[in-house]
């Protein structure tokens, strides 16, 4: 079982930064992507950004909507995963979910473990 806490959301302008901690039990990046995900109100929750270590080689994707302005990073001696949000935008607005899985998409069906979530506000 693997254990997922976020941390780091808040409210800020636009054009601000927020940085997300997601802190997971156990070495769960050998094992698993590890992604995050967003869900504004009304809405599906959808794809962020994910990270997957295999081979010495870190591999990441994003969704365009965010691309050139988020960045996943993880500490593996810290258990953690990091998102980096700059230059947000008031549509960035939503509930951030931190992931894992044996992911090799970004579809939430293909990530196994969940934490509760951070919000993220950014205001106009």
């Known amino acids: 079982q693997v254990q997922l806490v976020e941390s780091g959301g808040g409210l800020v302008q636009a054009g601000g930064s927020l940085r997300l901690s997601c802190a997971a039990s156990?070495?769960?990046?050998?094992?698993?992507?590890m992604g995050w995900f967003r869900q504004a109100p009304g809405k599906e929750r959808e794809f962020v950004a994910r990270?997957?270590?295999?081979?010495?080689?870190?591999?990441?994707y994003y969704a365009d909507s965010v691309k050139g302005r988020f960045t996943i990073s993880m500490d593996a001696d810290k258990n953690t995963v990091y998102l980096q949000t700059n230059s947000l935008k008031p549509e960035d607005t939503a509930v951030y979910y931190c992931?894992?899985?044996?992911?090799?998409?970004?579809?939430?069906?293909?990530?196994?473990?969940w934490g509760q979530g951070t919000q993220v506000t950014v205001s106009s």
């Open positions: 156990g070495r769960t990046f050998s094992r698993y992507t």
């Open positions: 990270i997957r270590w295999g081979g010495g080689i870190t591999y990441r």
């Open positions: 992931a894992a899985g044996p992911a090799y998409s970004g579809s939430p069906q293909d990530f196994d473990f």
